[in-house]
């Protein structure tokens, strides 16, 4: 939370056309009650949201120039002094002197979670839905989606397949609707995006770690955007189905930071939906104990799959103790591979994205699919349901 602000200089009329409706009542809530938090609960908002809205508010005027107290002294809101030179005269008096300032980390992360929490506050939560579908309470669908890469583009003269955002729309929301039409009415449902959902984490384009460039279709805004209507439409389309949907999103290598966004977003937006729970934990291994099964979820960049037993074992070793049955349902290869281990079966899950331009010309090659495995309480895996997108792609041709 910022400290206290004086927003007299901000609260001009020059000014107002440049803001919106919600940012300049913040403003005058802020002057009228004399401070960020006393205007939060003078106007019923959660205060992350006023502090999100009075920086958009001085990021925008600093836009036009108008940035009060920004640089007059001692370092910008969010930086540390970093290195500083001082150029003296032949007297030994000084003439210019040049300062350094970076980012601070902790700052800014403080930030980020402001402006997150203050986004949250202002999304429209959905209403839940009143007809809950008769399901069986023995069972378990888990719809594990192997890396969705929203955003990821690919040229079709290039790689062998077109892929944009439309296209991701496309494939995301006709493979959800075979499959719901396909698995049994389980009461319960687990929605898994496994890890890279969007394709970039920001508008750089490149992999965070490695700087990798990425070939993406769109501003990293669009394909939040449409990343989230896309699962609001596979959640809705599992409600049809199940009495309940616990949603997970695992954080991948192309988007640690995104996927915990998403998360926090989906939570906001189903505050009021009692059948629908998201999980937010930033922790890259989640579990969930069903009956006598015990399931494992992470992206894959980080254990191998041989090593993947024995991380559950350790994170989840009472329920490892309950447990018949346990599996790990992971993403990040893009292709099709099963292995039983000693206790535990580790399976990673195919994507329906595209190769783009570098992994085509590495000779990286799988089918595109997605699946729904339905686990019994006692009998673990009973039923399993596959949408390949050539079947999806003869169907569309053949109607």
């Known amino acids: 939370m910022t400290a206290p602000t004086d927003v007299t200089a901000y609260l001009k009329d020059e000014f107002k056309e440049h803001l919106t409706d919600k940012q300049w009542e913040v403003l005058e809530a802020i002057k009228a009650h004399g401070s960020q938090r006393a205007a939060a609960a003078a106007l019923g908002i959660h205060p992350s949201a006023v502090d999100y809205r009075f920086q958009a508010v001085r990021k925008k005027l600093a836009r036009i120039g108008h940035a009060p107290g920004h640089f007059n002294h001692g370092t910008a809101p969010g930086f540390h002094m970093g290195k500083v030179t001082v150029q003296r005269g032949p007297g030994g008096d000084v003439e210019r002197v040049w300062e350094r300032q970076h980012p601070d980390a902790g700052s800014l992360q403080a930030i980020m ?215 790990w349902f992971v993403g990040h290869v893009h292709h099709k591979d099963i292995k039983e281990y000693t206790g535990c079966t580790v399976e990673y899950m195919r994507t329906l994205a595209a190769s783009d331009r570098h992994h085509h010309g590495a000779g990286y090659r799988s089918r595109r699919t997605l699946e729904a495995i339905t686990l019994h309480k006692l009998d673990a895996e009973v039923e399993r349901h596959t949408c390949s997108l050539a079947r999806l792609d003869r169907l569309s041709a053949a109607a």
Not at 235 to 256: F, S
């Open 113 to 327: 979670q402001a402006h997150i929490d203050g986004a949250r506050d202002e999304i429209p939560r959905l209403s839940p839905l009143t007809v809950v579908p008769r399901c069986d309470e023995d069972l378990l669908t888990i719809y594990p989606v192997g890396d969705p890469h929203a955003g990821l583009y690919a040229w079709e003269d290039e790689t062998g397949a077109k892929f944009d955002l439309a296209e991701f729309e496309r494939v995301q929301c006709a493979a959800i609707d075979a499959l719901v039409r396909s698995t049994p009415p389980s009461a319960l449902a687990i929605f898994n995006d496994k890890g890279d959902s969007t394709h970039a984490d920001n508008n750089k384009n490149r992999t965070p770690r490695s700087g990798h460039e990425l070939d993406v279709h769109g501003r990293h805004g669009e394909v939040m955007r449409l990343s989230i209507r896309v699962k609001r439409y596979q959640i809705a389309r599992l409600l049809e189905k199940h009495a309940k949907v616990i949603v997970r999103v695992d954080p991948g290598n192309h988007d640690p930071e995104t996927a915990l966004h998403l998360a926090l977003v989906l939570e906001a937006l189903y505050e009021n939906e009692p059948r629908v729970e998201v999980i937010t934990s930033p922790n890259p291994y989640w579990y969930f104990l069903f009956g006598k099964n015990l399931i494992g979820t992470c992206h894959g960049d980080g254990a191998k799959g041989k090593d993947l037993p024995g991380v559950m074992a350790h994170d989840a070793r009472e329920w490892w103790g309950l447990a018949d049955y346990c599996v």
